[in-house]
């Protein structure tokens, strides 16, 4: 019995402060938007970063720069 207390008081002391208001939000993220949403979106914000990172080096829509073959 003692050990259910202890295991209860931990979680109480978990949920207060900046911890109990992120789990508290991501609960209620969790209910309203499927595990898969949330996969997609991360899956995109990551593409986000390499698709930028390649436009880098283009001019217009599908255009490379010169400056991509080592030309200037």
């Known amino acids: 019995m003692k ?3 202890n295991s209860l008081n931990n979680q109480a002391s978990s949920e207060q402060g900046l911890r109990g208001l992120w789990n508290g939000t991501w ?5 309203v938007v499927s595990g898969n949403v949330l996969l997609l979106v991360a899956r995109v914000g990551i593409a986000a ?3 930028l990172s390649g436009r880098t080096k283009v001019t ?3 255009t490379l720069k010169p400056s991509t073959y080592g030309a200037v």
Do not use: H, P, S, Y
């Open 3 to 5: 050990t259910t207390d």
């Open 27 to 31: 609960r209620g993220v969790q209910r």
């Open 49 to 51: 970063v390499f698709f």
């Open 60 to 62: 217009g829509f599908m």
